[in-house]
Each structure stands twice: as structure tokens, then as C-alpha cells.
């Protein structure tokens, strides 16, 4: 995180807030609704107050705006510059300002008055911008579920270097956004994607290409916005060129960074799972034998690609089959006739024509750190 | 893939607007050129794609170009 240069701040823990006009594209109580929860992802986890008031001079006045607007810094027509901020003070201090021009929302179409509102508040407090692609304090708009919006640790660091910790006895945390040097680093589920790999964890996938040589992080919803965060596992049908992306007992379908329509399915419909079975935990498909392999608890199940249906005999135990990798994974990929098994902080390779482990490695192996 | 970046002219006004708006490059004498490593626009072009965790090149790539397209926050990301 960033606090703005000088480090200037509020001297006063309760703070008022005005409304100064309304946008015509969301109702009154719409925007009096995305304002008081933008303010409100500040107050938990910091000891300010924020209280609307419609007379007098408020700390912080909301206004919108088309174009200029003879602050020294006019807006841009639609697109580009979505808002700005003013550092905390008198006057024109800590008042923020939102582009007319822009479409203003209250759900995952582009642009989330809530979304950019809190984004802007933290500039209001005295926040500057947050190279962390995960805090609310990066400066691009990424944006999906407009019922998640949570404040990362960096966030919550930056709000309570500058006011102090909040005054709730159980002091709030947030997301951190994985490092791929991060020896601790575990994953949800990972991938191959027309020749590189994917590594998910939460709303963020890390990103290695053979020809790269370090990892790129960003959030998922920048790829596919329609996914969910948590995807729970993940495979790759080569022959097909999609990715199926699992979660719950539902998965959906990608080609490139396209979802496929008529998403998500079932998985009990679709590959003929028991109702039993909630979730897979690791899943990877073979291109040669054109053999999909899901791993749920302590079994795995195999799914003919071709056929379209699941093998008989299945499930069959993991330790039978896959002896050495423990009874239950997180993960799996495969690579140049390995397979890639990942369970907490370690990750085995695994040769399935002798049926054992070869290496053991951390998770993060793959980002030469 | 051509073996020499060209960027289109509206790019080129395009990064030096950008530049200009959040990462305070100084508007008068100073433009947009090619094979200028020490100039003040790559310095600031390293120093927008360290901030996004991009690759550092100074030059203006398709991964700089489309961070720069995305819509944004007009605040400074360096302090003026």
C-alpha cells in the first residue's frame, strides 16, 4: 500500500459525508445505498465513522460530473477516468468526484458505483494507490460479483497505518494476493492452457508461459469475469481446446478466454457423478488416451471423453493407484509424461508407468524462484 | 513478428498522455521517441511497469498499451 505523499490525514475519527447530486442512471436510494456500503468497507476495519448529513458543509461531498468540472482535472468522456479523489482537508479535501459519462451500476455491469466509490473513499482518507493487483487500492477497474467486495490485507494495512487499528476487540483481516515466491503458497487447482499453465488460488491465477520466466498473478475475472473465485479444480481437453473450471457440483467451460454458453452444468448430469459426490478436488485429462481423471476425497473416478461416459470399476482408492502422494490432493497437472500432484505446501512428481513418486517438490517450483 | 517495436501514432500520444496524467511526465520538451533510453518518458515507462508488475522494458509493449487502455482511477499513481 501507499499513503499520499505528506501523509495527510484526517484529525477527526467521525466523519460526515454529502450527496451533492445524483446520477440519473441508478435510483436515489440505489446510489444513498452504494455510497453508505463503499464507506462502510472502511469503517469495519478502521476506527472512523462516516455519517450522512444534508446541510452544512460535509468532510467528504460526492458529486458527478461530465467533462470538465474546474478542479484541474476533467473527466474524459466514457471509458478512461472513471473518478477521482481528493486527499484529505478543508474544502474541496477528500471530496470525491465520478464521471457523468461513465454508466453507473449496481451489479457486475461496467462501472459499480459501490465498487469505484470504495476504491475512491480510500484516496478521501488519505490512501494512495496500491501496486497489490488484489487491493481495493489498485488504480484499474477489475471488477465481477458485487456482493464481494472485501478489502485485502494490503487495504486494511494502508486504512490502519494511517488511523490506527479499529476499535472492534476482533481486529479484521483480509485476503492476502499470492506470491509465487511465496514458500508457503498452496493452490486450489491448476491447469494446462494451450501450452502454459495455470495455477489458481482464490480470485487470483498465477500464470506461467515456457517462455517467460516468471509468473504472471492477476485475477482471474480479468480472463473469464463470469467465473467464480474458488475454483476448486481444473482440466484442460486438448482435443477440444477447452478448460472445464470446477466448482461445487458445478463446472463450467472455456475456449480461450471465451465461456462457453449454456454454463455451468452439473457434474452429476454431465459425467453421471453420484448426488454423493459435492466437489472434486483435482482433476486432470490425458490427451493421448482421451481419459479424464477426478479426484474426490480419498477415491478417483475416470471419465471416458470419448464414450462420454465414466468408466466402469470406478472409484477406485488414490493410494492404490497413485501410492506415495498421500490419501487426498488439492491439485493435479500433468507434464511431458508426469503428473504434477499438489497437497498443501508439496507437490509430487509422479511417474505413472512405474506407478510412483520420482520427486518431491514445494508448490512453487515451477516460478524459478 | 516484427523485429523493431512500432508503435501507431495515436499509441504514441496515447502513452505520453498517460504518462503525463499519473506518472507526472513533464509536458514541455519532452516526447514520445525511439531509441532514447535515459529519456525522462522510458523512466517513466519503467516506473508504470514495475507499479503494475509488468515487465520492465522502457518500451511501450502490447501488455503496457493494454494496462494503459484499462479503465482506471484518475489519481496519480506517483504523487505530484
Partial sequence: FAVTEGNPKWEKKDLTYSIENYTPDLAREDVDNAIRKAFKVWSDVSPLTFTKISEGEADIKISFYYGDHRDNSPFDGPNGILAHAFQPGPGIGGDAHFDEDEKWTKDHRNYNLYRVAAHEFGHSLGLSHSSDIGALMYPSYAFSDPNDIQLSQDDIDGIQAIYGPSDNPIQPTGPTTPQACNRKLTFDAVTTLRGEKMFFKDRFYLRKSPYDSEAEVNLISLFWPSLPSGIEAAHEVTEHDIVRFFKGDKYWATRGQDVLPGYPRSIHRSFGFPTTVKKIDATFSDEYDGKTYFFVGNKYWRYNERRRSMDAGYPKLITNDFPGIGSKVDAVVSDNEFLYFFSGTRQYKFEPQTKRVVALLKTNSWFNC | ?80
Fill in chain 2, 1 to 80: 513478428f516484427p523485429a523493431h517495436l512500432e508503435i501507431k501514432e495515436q499509441d504514441r500520444e496515447m502513452v505520453q498522455n498517460y504518462l503525463e496524467k499519473f506518472y507526472d511526465l513533464k509536458t514541455v520538451g519532452v516526447k514520445l521517441t525511439k531509441n532514447k533510453d535515459s529519456s525522462p518518458v522510458v523512466e517513466k515507462l519503467k516506473k508504470m511497469q514495475g507499479f503494475f508488475g509488468l515487465k520492465v522494458t522502457g518500451k511501450p509493449d502490447n501488455e503496457t498499451l493494454t494496462m494503459m487502455k484499462q479503465p482506471r482511477c484518475g489519481v496519480p499513481d506517483v504523487s505530484r
